[in-house]
Structures are given as structure tokens and as C-alpha cells.
């Protein structure tokens, strides 16, 4: 099974997916961004995520995506793709998984994480990666999650796929890592039943 998982950043896919891996190690996570950026070092010089969307031109841009949608779309098992639906670009978004990408990935579900946006600005400002984030409001937030939503609808479409809306607005967590445990348990079921299926 392939599965696309999408929230903005910060939301907390790297302690979800984390969680899937210790219990499903077989499961194999890739991070998109990190299949472009071993792409774009190999065709551009580039060294840092950041640098790929100011550095390249847009058509190489769009060249280096479909280049990482194949090299994923040949791994075989059970994939979970850790990517984003839709890429804060200059006060607009650019769509992170356009036809022509999902056409290659293949997908068979996508899982949307939303959350209340005040949990993602406290999870940002625990993270301690080098990554460079732009400061977001709640309101930011709360649209960068709405474009996500439509977008992942828009790739499920093109992609004749499920999507799954995990919203964890209302649902204060009771202790640390509450969603992504329930985030990680909804992915494994649902990688379990599909391979029950076949």
C-alpha cells in the first residue's frame, strides 16, 4: 500500500511517522523533500531544502519533482510518503502534489493531519531542526491547512484515491504525543487491513 500523509509544517509527521515505524518496521517512510533535495545536489549543487524553490528555476523545479514521484513510485511494500499538499510560496501556495506527480505516485490513500493552530505554534517552537520557518499567525495557519485540505481533495480526485482527514482541532490532547499516537494507530490499522485483503 502507498500512502501520501500531508499537514504544514511543524504539525508533527515526523513523530507520527516515527511512531508507525517502531511498530511496523517494515513499513518503509520516505520524506519527498529529502528524494528532491538528493536530486537537486545531484543535478544543481544545492545543499539545503530551502534553497531548492529560490535556486532553481521553476521548470527545472517541476523537472526535480516528477524525477523524485518516479524514483518513489518504483519502491515496493508499504510505503508512507511524508510530503506537504500544498507549499507557502510568496502569500500564495503552490500545489505539492499536482496531477502530474500523483499521476506517477500512484497513491492509494491520502491522510490529511489538521490541527487547532495554537498546537502548531507550540510544537514549532519546540522544534530544534535546522529547517528556516517563516513566522505564521493562527490565521495563517488555519488557511495553510484549508489549502491542504483542498488540495489533497484535488490530488485524490486526480489520482482516484481515498483521502483521510484526521482534525484534531477540537480535541485537546490529554498527554504528549496524543495525536501523533492516534495518527500512528489509524495508519497502522489501515495499513493492517489492506494487507488482509490481499
Known amino acids: ?12 509527521k515526523s ?16 520524506n519527498y523533500g529529502d528524494v528532491m ?8 549543487g544545492i545543499t539545503h531544502r530551502d534553497e531548492m524553490r529560490r535556486r532553481i528555476p521553476v521548470d527545472e523545479y517541476r523537472k526535480v519533482q516528477e524525477l523524485a514521484a518516479e524514483e518513489i513510485s518504483k519502491m515496493q511494500g508499504d510505503v508512507i510518503i511524508d510530503t506537504h499538499a500544498s507549499i507557502r510560496v510568496q502569500g500564495g501556495f503552490y500545489p505539492g502534489l499536482p496531477d502530474r ?50 488540495y489533497a481533495f484535488a490530488a485524490a480526485n486526480a ?10 482541532r477540537n480535541k485537546p490532547q490529554s498527554k504528549p504525543f496524543e495525536h501523533a499516537e492516534a495518527s ?3 495508519i ?4 493492517n487491513a489492506n494487507r488482509k485483503l490481499h
Open 101 to 150: 506527480i500523483i499521476a506517477k505516485l500512484r497513491p492509494d490513500a491520502i491522510i490529511l493531519l489538521e490541527f487547532n493552530p495554537r498546537d502548531i505554534i507550540e510544537r514549532r517552537s519546540k522544534d530544534e531542526s535546522l529547517r528556516v520557518r517563516e513566522a505564521e499567525g493562527e490565521a495563517e495557519i488555519e488557511m495553510h491547512q484549508l489549502a491542504n485540505r483542498y
Open 15 to 30: 513523530t507520527t511517522l516515527g511512531l508507525v515505524k517502531q511498530r511496523m518496521p517494515d513499513v518503509f517512510i520516505v
Open 1 to 12: 500500500m502507498k500512502i501520501v500523509l500531508v499537514a504544514v509544517p511543524g504539525a508533527g
Open 37 to 44: 533535495l538528493d536530486i537537486a545536489k545531484r543535478m544543481y
Open 188 to 191: 497502522i490499522n489501515l495499513l
Open 184 to 186: 500512528a494507530d489509524f
Open 159 to 168: 489520482g482516484e484515491c481515498s483521502v483521510y482527514v484526521l482534525d484534531y
